[in-house]
């Protein structure tokens, strides 16, 4: 077994936070080694089904904008050195009650950080969009701004950018064992093992794996992707049907218009019964009438214009953290580690932001965001 010569940075799992890390280390000139268990862009985690959701309205804090603000200017950035198109625009809607959380936060956001945006009373929500269900009471902050990320096209960009850089990556490469101290970071695979000055650990659900001494309380839940249509397809269309959330009452749930012709992509809001998984590898069974129930039931009430049966589904997983928030840090009982884990559902539209912060975290030591909410030590002495 031969170990190869020193990396700057070792990039665990490739996928979207990985290969955004890869590519913005590269681009910064420092050796890079990556490795992915699986394929480039593959479906066995959390970041395949052909869309994600981009919008800088946010509800989960105030802590998450200057994330997705670099996030924006390095989508924009892959996209020009790629020659990739990554960013469809639709516009974006949050629909709820003038009153409730998902507005009220929304707004809060909206203003705070400058976004355009556009408060829909009820009588224009329903003449500019009647393809949502009327709900009394319901208005929608527009953000015309938002639309439509391929999260496929966007981690292969990342990689090949990476891979023009210099950067060493190995697919279908198991990690076998991780050690890490003061000089360091090994890694060893079923064929190699390989040293570097810190690695940047970004395995999705398979996070805890790597480093079960760190006891970071990380659950993985099964989620489904969804598509449905109607007889009239061009009405859901990204030019007059934006991606959206709902949070109506029992009529929660999310959607992502018709980008790619298998329909309008709709799933179920966070308070949906969705499958607990022992491990990762238990998220490998069928789609099942039980999995699809959620957003089925959502669609039937949602979209008086869409048939309630899903055309076609897949399984996806989400690695979700007790509060919902990221992990994004150095533990301080590993200070040669850099994670990137627990996105919680929420993670993509981050994600090339989250990967240059992890560059900032692991060659400079420190980043200009704020990141004490993404600690991985505010678990600490904390039950799971």
């Not at 390095?74 to 507005?103: H, K, N, V």
């Not at 929660?252 to 949906?272: E, M, N, Q, Y």
């Not at 998984?277 to 009438?289: G, I, K, Q, Y």
């Amino acid at each position: 077994m031969t170990i190869r010569n020193t990396y700057d940075i070792a990039v665990l799992g490739l996928g979207a936070m990985g290969s955004m890390a890869a590519w913005r280390a590269a681009a910064r000139g420092a050796s890079v080694l990556g490795i992915e268990q699986y394929g480039i862009a593959h479906d066995r985690g959390s970041s395949h089904g052909g869309s994600r959701i981009f919008r800088k309205t946010l509800f989960e804090g105030r802590e998450y904008i200057p994330v997705v603000e670099r996030a924006h200017t390095l989508w924009q950035r892959l996209e020009a050195e790629s020659g990739t198109t990554l960013f469809r625009r639709s516009g974006g809607l949050c629909i709820g009650p003038r009153d409730g959380a998902l507005i009220d936060d929304a707004l809060r956001c909206a203003k705070e950080a400058g976004i355009e945006h556009q408060l829909l009373e009820p009588d224009e929500l329903a003449a500019r969009y009647p393809q949502h269900a009327t709900i009394a009471g319901d208005v929608a902050v527009l953000e015309p701004g938002a639309g439509v990320l391929d999260p496929e096209a966007a981690i292969a960009a990342a990689l090949r950018r990476a891979s023009a850089a210099g950067a060493r990556l190995h697919f279908q490469t198991q990690v076998t064992a991780l050690r890490h101290d003061d000089d360091g970071v090994r890694v060893e695979t079923s064929d190699d093992t390989f040293h570097a000055r810190r690695a940047i650990v970004a395995t999705g659900a398979w996070f805890t794996d790597l480093l079960p001494d760190l006891a970071l309380p990380l659950r993985v839940q099964r989620s489904l992707l969804s598509w449905f249509t109607g007889p009239d397809r061009e009405a859901y269309r990204p030019e007059v049907f934006p991606v959206f959330i709902r949070e109506s009452g029992t009529v929660d749930g999310w959607g992502i218009p018709d980008v790619d012709g298998r329909g309008v992509k709709v799933g179920a809001g966070p308070t949906a019964p969705k499958r607990w998984l022992d491990h990762a590898r238990d998220n490998d069974h069928p789609v099942s009438e039980s999995d699809l129930r959620p957003a089925e039931d959502f669609c039937r009430t949602a979209f008086p214009g869409l048939t309630p049966r899903a055309v076609t589904a897949a399984a996806c997983m989400n690695s979700k953290t007790p509060d919902g928030d990221f992990v994004i840090g150095v533990p301080s009982g590993a200070p040669t580690l850099v994670l990137a884990g627990g996105m919680s559902g929420h993670g993509f539209k981050h994600a090339a932001g989250i990967g240059d912060i992890t560059v900032d975290l692991a060659l400079d030591g420190a980043c200009d965001i704020p990141l004490d909410r993404f600690s991985p030590d505010r678990f600490a002495g904390k039950e799971s």
